[in-house]
């Protein structure tokens, strides 16, 4: 059963902050905002198949603008780079054309909410003992989440498909909504030398560590994108998020570009679970 607060987690005007937010940072390469434009043409149009040909047909736009947006992502999809005008004019034109689609998906969020609620009730009925599940019991990212920031007293474990989550409210039954902490951590299988670009976007605050290494801190900086490019051997690699929250909405975003390819979430395939937070 899907958890309420997954279905919220991929609101546009996040995803939208975001993009302008790497867009607008003078140090980063465009490219780091691709996922975050991508996501928001594939909220917007409903996760088209091929994304250079649904806007090709895409009524909200300029005959002109149809044939300049499939141009610049068919140019994404063969590896090519973009400018940061062109993604600035795409998030300028997502912003103007996604409100009413918005409040389409807000309301079927809402009614895939009450769904999943009436769900719960019934399934308490049948076994009296249910609870609201956060996360899933498969997935290679593991998730521990602490009441307090500083890592420490009673925590909740759960596995996750990728280190993607908006919480409204508290990240687990358990855990308080509110000035919580969480630690996602994988283990990366290489089977070649990859250069890896890492974006991360967070509220409140995150680090990024790579075996051990710190190769990202936002701690103190909430929902501004961060960068950061590794070179990385083949073998296995420990992956670590430490994040927390102060008050509010929280959220963690993990994507990466594997030797220059198109930015996504890491792929499940090449990510393994392990049970200890510690090591691979
Ligand atoms: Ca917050």
């Known amino acids: 059963m899907t958890a309420p607060d997954e279905l919220s987690k991929d609101s546009i005007e996040d995803v939208l902050a975001a993009a302008e937010a790497l867009l607008h940072d003078p140090v980063a390469s465009p490219r780091f905002a691709v996922p975050c434009v991508r996501q928001a043409w594939a909220l917007t149009l409903k996760d088209p198949p091929e994304l250079s040909a649904a806007l090709r047909e895409h009524e909200a736009l300029s005959e002109a603008q149809r044939g300049r947006f499939a141009d610049t992502w068919k140019l994404l999809e063969d590896g090519e780079s973009v400018t940061r005008g062109e993604l600035l004019e ?78 409204k409210g508290p990240p687990h039954e358990t855990m308080p909504k509110d000035k919580f902490a969480t630690r996602l951590t994988t283990c990366l299988e290489l089977d070649a030398p990859t250069k890896i670009d890492f974006v991360m976007v967070a509220n409140d605050g995150a680090r990024l560590f790579v075996d051990g290494k710190k190769a990202l801190n936002a701690w103190n900086v909430s929902g501004k994108a961060r960068t950061v490019t590794r070179q990385l051997a083949a073998g296995t690699h420990h992956i670590v998020i430490e994040h927390h929250d102060k008050r509010g909405t929280a959220s963690i975003n993990l994507t990466a570009s594997l030797n220059g390819g198109l930015p996504g979430p890491l792929a499940p395939a090449l990510l393994r679970y392990s049970d200890d937070p510690e090591r691979c």
């Open 90 to 167: 795409q998030v300028r034109v997502l912003r103007r054309t996604s409100a009413p689609t918005n409040r389409r998906m807000l309301y079927g969020a809402w009614a895939l909410m009450a769904v999943a609620l009436l769900g719960i009730l019934i399934l308490r009925m049948v076994s009296g003992s249910v609870g609201i599940t956060q996360g899933s019991s498969v997935g290679p990212w593991r998730v521990e989440v602490f009441a307090i920031k500083e890592f420490r007293g009673p925590s909740a474990v759960f596995r996750a498909a990728d280190a993607d989550f908006k919480w």
